[in-house]
């Protein structure tokens, strides 16, 4: 079984960055997908940014530049650095993660940017 833990949101103001990061058991880490995923009040879940296990990476258009998805197979860890935010980069922030047909999500975490 996997278990996703997510840290790192809170509150910061428009411009200010954020460190996301999400610690993952188990012995698949290093072979899955992961993904960030945000999700704001009344609007679906969409993918922020993923990074797979030979470290390929794919950013959503409305972070690229901003937004820098890396991962640590010695810590089984993924980061989403975050700069430059936006209020509307205002949501819960998930992390996924994908081994081939399994999927685990976490409990996400609330990122708020204030205007």
């Known amino acids: 079984q996997v278990q996703l833990v997510e840290s790192g949101g809170g509150l910061v103001q428009h411009g200010g960055s954020l460190r996301l990061s999400c610690a993952a058991s188990?012995?698949?880490?290093?072979?899955?997908?992961i993904g960030w995923y945000r999700q704001a009040p009344g609007k679906q879940r969409e993918l922020v940014a993923d990074?797979?296990?030979?470290?390929?990476?794919e950013n959503a258009d409305f972070v690229k530049g901003r937004f820098t998805i890396s991962r640590d197979n010695a810590k089984n860890t993924v980061y989403l650095q975050m700069n430059s935010l936006k209020p509307e980069d205002t949501g819960v922030y998930y992390c996924?993660?994908?081994?081939?047909?399994?999927?685990?999500w976490g409990q996400g975490t609330q990122v708020t940017v204030s205007s």
């Open positions: 996924n993660l994908q081994y081939y047909t399994s999927i685990y």
């Open positions: 188990g012995s698949r880490f290093s072979r899955s997908t």
């Open positions: 990074i797979t296990s030979s470290g390929n990476t």
